[in-house]
């Protein structure tokens, strides 16, 4: 199961984005690249709209945040 920093729960209010869309833009993402610090980001279409994912590099199941 995915974990869940405050600031991801807090950023997934704010956009109303869901466990479960975070979830399938992890598993059914379209594109994923690492940030400068070398964080995992997925990008994907989730009913309907673009999702993207931040995971800890050291734990990709740690979620940092998510935007849409």
């Given amino acids: 199961a995915l ?3 405050r600031h991801s729960r807090v950023r997934m209010r704010e ?3 869901s466990e479960a869309e975070v979830e399938t833009c ?9 940030d400068k ?7 994907g279409d989730v009913n309907g ?4 994912v931040v995971v800890q590099k050291e734990n990709p199941r740690v979620v940092i945040t ?3």
């Fill in 3 to 5: 974990q869940y920093k």
């Fill in 15 to 17: 956009r109303n984005i």
């Fill in 26 to 34: 992890i598993n059914h993402f379209h594109t994923s690249y690492t």
């Fill in 37 to 43: 610090t070398g964080n995992h980001i997925f990008v």
């Fill in 49 to 52: 709209r673009r999702i993207k």
């Fill in 66 to 68: 998510a935007a849409d």
